[in-house]
């Protein structure tokens, strides 16, 4: 099994930046699918961004395409959220996730297809 630790979360303006890390261990983060999901209050848990397992695809929702950017870094067993341009609807606390079964080359937008969370870091976007 592995576990996930989001970090990076905090308080900015509309129009900044955030990267949020998600730090794994006892496994790679290479041997899964990872996302991002998000959940405000009263609200259902939403697929933000995906990245498959080799070969790299990424998949994003599209109310953030064009201003974040999934990535890894496999030497540091980390994946990371760069989230640009932000906007107080992206307000939510933001969870990793990763997808045991995911198929090379696919990104699962379901958030009950991921078999493993972190605890989550609050983003909040002030304007």
């Known amino acids: 099994q592995v576990q996930l630790v989001e970090s990076g979360g905090g308080l900015v303006q509309a129009g900044g930046s955030l990267r949020l890390s998600c730090a794994a261990s006892g496994r790679t983060v290479s041997s899964y699918t990872m996302g991002w999901f998000r959940q405000a209050p009263g609200k259902e848990r939403e697929f933000v961004a995906g990245?498959?397992?080799?070969?790299?695809?990424?998949s994003y929702t599209d109310s953030v395409k064009g201003r974040f950017t999934i990535s890894r870094d496999n030497t540091k067993n980390t994946v990371y959220l760069q989230m640009n341009s932000l906007k107080a609807e992206d307000t939510a606390v933001y969870y990793c996730?990763?997808?045991?079964?995911?198929?090379?080359?696919?990104?699962?937008?379901?958030?009950?297809?991921?078999?493993?969370w972190g605890q989550g870091t609050q983003v909040t976007v002030s304007s």
């Open positions: 990245i498959a397992r080799i070969p790299v695809i990424t």
């Open positions: 996730a990763a997808d045991q079964d995911g198929s090379i080359g696919r990104v699962s937008t379901t958030a009950r297809n991921y078999d493993y």
